[in-house]
């Protein structure tokens, strides 16, 4: 298997901006795997600085990666990514890009998409919420939140001094629409548990992230205390962290950047379906080659945030749509990615 790489620029239509900063342009990785007889697939690296990665990273591991599957059957794809993970412990986003380059090579070998090899059905996926990010003032939040008048569900990000504010002007924008918000990690759980009554007052729907990572006792006590259903994102990186939240939070948020894998990540919802919990899949700034990977197991899930692809001015690819918040899958074979 030979392993090639396009790093590509994307820009958003707004600064993305979450509690612990944002740019408005993020780089990502193209991986294309080729197999011996000539055929190929796609995938994609979308690397957080937050997790230790960049695209620099990406291209930097790509040749240990190649290596770890050289001479590898590219149907074994269960043995492939348990071979990416033992070469590389971390840089999920790398693993990831090339799991969805494998997958995409395998559906294409056999003309059928991804998640019909998987028996998915794509209309038992649920809406995607649209992410209003944090706005520098309140006339530019309102802007965003009719912007996003087409989408059902918002998600709202969280972690700033006038986070009470921002929940009443987008419900008093958005009366009907389901609400979620997400803190990032940056509450304590007192902020916490002192916001919480007034979520649930303007119809949160429930409440991402919002202790530090590595605060478990913590998440247990809000919990605990909170009205609201809690949802862990960067507390759960793969599967293996899921038993420990079990009883600790109410739900988990899985990315492909940073469980390093398709294969991973539906060991993820396994598990977590396992512990009776919620399951939710969320994105970086992705283009439309990796949403569209995430959104394969989007009909596994109960909750979904794949905006990525749609918080972004130049998309080079067309792939899965996300209009009114209802994911729409290609039909073309594997991730049915082509170029813009």
């Given at each position: 298997?030979?392993?090639?790489?396009?790093?590509?620029?994307?820009?958003?239509?707004?600064?993305?901006?979450?509690?612990?900063?944002?740019?408005?342009?993020?780089?990502?990785?193209?991986?294309?795997?080729?197999?011996?007889?000539?055929?190929?697939?796609?995938?994609?690296?979308?690397?957080?600085?937050?997790?230790?990665?960049?695209?620099?990273?990406?291209?930097?591991?790509?040749?240990?990666?190649?290596?770890a599957i050289e001479g590898m059957d590219g149907w074994s794809l269960e043995a492939m990514e348990h071979a990416l993970a033992r070469a590389i412990r971390f840089?999920?986003?790398?693993?990831?890009?090339?799991?969805?380059a494998l997958h995409d090579l395998a559906g294409?070998?056999?003309?059928?998409?991804?998640?019909?090899?998987?028996?998915?059905?794509?209309?038992?996926?649920?809406?995607?919420?649209?992410?209003?990010?944090?706005?520098?003032?309140?006339?530019?939040?309102?802007?965003?939140?009719?912007?996003?008048?087409?989408?059902?569900?918002?998600?709202?990000?969280?972690?700033?001094?006038?986070?009470?504010?921002?929940?009443?002007?987008?419900r008093e924008l958005a009366p009907n629409k389901v609400l979620r918000v997400d803190a990032n990690a940056s509450w304590t759980p007192k902020s916490t548990l002192r916001i919480v009554p007034l979520l649930q007052e303007l119809g949160v729907e429930f409440v991402e992230q919002p202790l530090p990572p590595g605060d478990i006792d913590g998440l247990r006590f809000v919990r605990e205390r909170s009205s609201l259903p809690i949802v862990a994102d960067e507390s759960c990186l793969v599967s293996g962290d899921i038993p420990k939240l079990a009883g600790v939070v109410d739900g988990i948020n899985i990315k492909l950047a940073k469980c390093g894998g398709l294969?991973?990540?539906?060991?993820?919802?396994?598990?977590?379906?396992?512990?009776?919990?919620?399951?939710?899949?969320?994105?970086?700034?992705?283009?439309?080659?990796?949403?569209?990977?995430?959104?394969?197991?989007?009909?596994?899930?109960?909750?979904?945030?794949?905006?990525?692809?749609?918080?972004?001015?130049?998309?080079?690819?067309?792939?899965?749509t996300i209009d009114g918040g209802v994911i729409k899958l290609p039909s073309g074979a594997g991730l049915g990615v082509e170029r813009r």
């Open positions: 298997m030979k392993l090639t790489h396009e790093i590509v620029t994307l820009r958003t239509k707004n600064p993305f901006v979450i509690a612990r900063g944002g740019h408005s342009e993020y780089r990502v990785v193209r991986i294309t795997v080729t197999a011996p007889d000539g055929s190929s697939g796609w995938g994609e690296a979308a690397p957080s600085k937050f997790y230790g990665e960049t695209a620099d990273t990406v291209v930097q591991v790509l040749p240990i990666l190649a290596k840089n999920g986003s790398a693993r990831a890009g090339v799991s969805a294409k070998r056999l003309g059928v998409p991804l998640y019909k090899l998987w028996g998915l059905d794509p209309a038992a996926s649920p809406p995607t919420s649209f992410t209003i990010s944090i706005a520098p003032d309140e006339e530019t939040l309102r802007a965003r939140v009719a912007d996003a008048e087409q989408y059902p569900v918002l998600k709202l990000k969280l972690g700033t001094k006038w986070d009470e504010r921002i929940v009443r002007v987008v294969r991973e990540a539906l060991r993820m919802i396994a598990t977590a379906r396992a512990h009776d919990m919620l399951v939710m899949a969320g994105c970086m700034i992705e283009s439309s080659l990796g949403i569209t990977a995430a959104a394969q197991f989007a009909p596994l899930l109960d909750c979904a945030d794949y905006d990525g692809a749609a918080l972004v001015s130049n998309d080079p690819y067309v792939g899965a």
